[in-house]
């Protein structure tokens, strides 16, 4: 059986960038272990107080969170907080599956829909790639509040 994983992105804020992903990817901010959310609580509120609780010093309290399938199906995507500034192409990125099964003008219409729900919600458009058969049936390069790049494909 394969190892399970999940994917580290470091963060100026990881907390926005938590909320960023959660609403990209159709998932959820992880609450805090052993404490069930109560209906329309704010995960990251229920984190602050279960720190708090903890006895976590406030200037550390926001220095991580992560993102999770509901379903229990994707990898956990966690976010730490680093002092240094993003400054270079990612070595490694996302592939957000927006269009799975979609080919031609029909996939391209449902990434740019993605794409502009996305940047609704802060991300940013690099570039567009077209089909091109038959290796590639077309993806849109975006990069997320902080830079990170990612494509919707």
Do not use: Y
Request: proline share 11%; glycine share 6%.
């Amino acid at each position: 059986m394969a190892h399970e994983f999940q994917i580290t992105v470091d963060a100026h804020d990881p907390i926005a960038l938590a909320r960023f992903w959660a609403a990209a990817l159709h998932a959820e901010i992880q609450p805090p272990p052993h404490r069930p959310l109560e209906a329309g609580e704010d995960p990251v509120d229920a984190w602050m107080q279960f720190l708090e609780q903890a006895g976590v010093p406030p200037e550390q309290r926001g220095n991580a969170a992560a993102v999770i399938d509901p379903d229990g199906h994707g990898p956990r995507v966690f976010f730490q907080q680093v002092p240094e500034p993003k400054t270079t192409k990612n070595r490694v990125h996302l592939d957000v599956r927006a269009a799975p099964g979609l080919q031609g003008a029909q996939r391209m219409a449902a990434l740019e829909a993605e794409c502009d729900r996305l940047i609704a919600l802060g991300a940013r458009r690099l570039r567009r790639h077209d089909p091109a058969p038959p290796t590639s049936e077309g993806f849109i390069v975006m990069a997320d509040p902080e830079g990170n790049e990612f494509c919707l494909d």
